[in-house]
């Protein structure tokens, strides 16, 4: 990453591992017109904390308006507003991958009323058994 970080035309990078340690290093150790960004929505406020620059979202798909609120806090340092806003939605974070994304993701916005339920292929509709773990995770988030 730190010799594609030199090349010109790579902007950025989209952290999606999780591993906070491995961000605080790539943080730390790429060019300052490189920008991070977080793509593991459980992580992203403790990437951003380090210095990400933003959070390439899945559960932005059905909590836009919340997880925009936490971006912005978290860029200006507002731990205690941007934790608020991750805490409640921990549920979702974690539901939405029950099964491969987006699968969980199409049945959540499906259920919202943000979609139909029609996949396509190779997608196929979530596993009949998990729709509750998945509405529950929206329920406790406030989504429904």
Known sequence: VLRLAQVPGIVGIKEATGNIERAQWLIRD???NFAVYSGDDPTAVALML???QGNVSVTANIAPRQMHELCLAAMAGDVRKAME???KLMPVHKNLFVEANPIPLKWA????GLCGPTMRLPMTPLTQNLEPVVESALRSSGLL
């Open 50 to 52: 380090c210095g990400g």
């Open 30 to 32: 790429v060019p300052k």
């Open 85 to 87: 806003i991750q805490l």
């Open 109 to 112: 916005m499906a259920r919202m």
